[in-house]
């Protein structure tokens, strides 16, 4: 009997893992994207808002972090080694 099916749950071990990092990478590209207020809501600061890491870096490490949850939830767990 594998580890998978003697613990009741649904992925292995290595799935988890790369599930974590998914959701790690993705929190951080949230965290990236956050802030671009002003202190005075009559002034509009434009390369703030759209600066790179708002506009280019964020976004693309939220589009890895769902492509890592996708393959996190794909992966085959090991054989139990027979």
Do not use: C, Q
């Amino acid at each position: 009997m594998s580890d998978k099916k003697a613990s009741g749950l649904m992925f292995g071990k290595r799935n988890y893992m790369w599930m974590a990092i998914g959701a790690g990478v993705i929190v951080l590209s949230l965290l990236l994207m956050a802030g671009g207020k002003s202190p005075d809501p009559k002034v509009f600061n434009y390369s703030e808002v759209y600066s790179t890491r708002r506009i280019t870096i964020a976004p693309f490490l939220l589009m890895l972090g769902l492509v890592i949850e996708m393959y996190a939830i794909m992966l085959k767990p090991k054989a139990d080694g027979k």
